[in-house]
């Protein structure tokens, strides 16, 4: 080996070296915690899949029920409400000529001591009830919910609009990213701007 080469391969491990270090610092000195929960932000994501559109919604608990822990039954109650509220096919459009219908929903809570998983199905109205759910481990509790809709023509998915801040009035706002037949799209939605375009 010249001592060129000896030489390149002595800075490039040198380098490395410092760059494994480096990010053993940051990571050490850095929360666990990437996506912190802020109460009256939620996140949306989405995908188009052929002739569907996936969606995936997580909110802080907060913002859909005004309280973070189950601690009795009416607490239960408005829970169940706020799932089946989320499952609503009103609650998100597509763009008109897409010509998209709402196929599958599915809402879950990360409760301690009620995990509920609820889906409803949009062909055939059946009710399916699991024990899916999440609870951060900052004792924070979010509520996710994943829909399909079925569309004619995603080639002409522009838009997707919500009521999401009508119906669950302590929402702010939603980071929305995703991918479409055109691109990726990064956005946010907010109560007086509830859609994104791409």
């Known amino acids: 080996m010249s001592p060129f080469t000896k030489l390149a391969v002595g800075i490039a491990w040198g380098a490395l070296s410092l760059t494994v270090s480096a990010q053993e610092t940051a990571a050490h000195d850095t929360p666990r915690h990437v996506d912190a929960h802020v109460h009256g932000h939620g996140e949306l994501n989405f995908a188009v899949e052929g002739s569907e559109v996936h969606l995936e919604l997580k909110m802080p608990a907060n913002d859909v029920l005004g309280f973070e822990s189950i601690t009795n039954d009416n607490q239960r109650h408005q829970l169940h409400e706020a799932l089946e509220k989320l499952e609503a096919s009103s609650l998100w459009s597509m763009s008109p000529a897409a010509s998209c219908k709402l196929i599958?929903?599915?809402?879950?809570?990360?409760?301690?001591?009620?995990?509920?998983?609820?889906?409803?199905?949009?062909?055939?109205?059946?009710?399916?009830?699991?024990?899916?759910?999440?609870?951060?481990?900052?004792?924070?509790?979010?509520?996710?919910?994943?829909?399909?809709?079925?569309?004619?023509?995603?080639?002409?998915?522009?838009?997707?609009?919500?009521?999401?801040?009508?119906?669950?009035?302590?929402?702010?706002?939603?980071?929305?990213?995703?991918?479409?037949?055109?691109?990726?799209?990064?956005?946010?939605?907010?109560?007086?701007?509830?859609?994104?375009?791409?």
Not at 147 to 157: A, D, I, M, P, R
Not at 167 to 195: C, D, I, N, W, Y
């Open 104 to 198: 599958s929903a599915k809402a879950t809570s990360g409760s301690e001591d009620h995990d509920h998983g609820h889906e409803k199905n949009h062909h055939n109205d059946h009710d399916e009830h699991g024990h899916e759910g999440h609870k951060d481990e900052g004792g924070h509790m979010d509520i996710s919910a994943t829909y399909v809709f079925e569309c004619g023509k995603t080639s002409e998915l522009d838009t997707i609009s919500t009521s999401i801040f009508e119906v669950f009035e302590r929402s702010q706002s939603l980071s929305v990213q995703g991918f479409t037949q055109k691109g990726q799209a990064a956005a946010e939605m907010t109560k007086s701007k509830p859609e994104v375009r791409f």
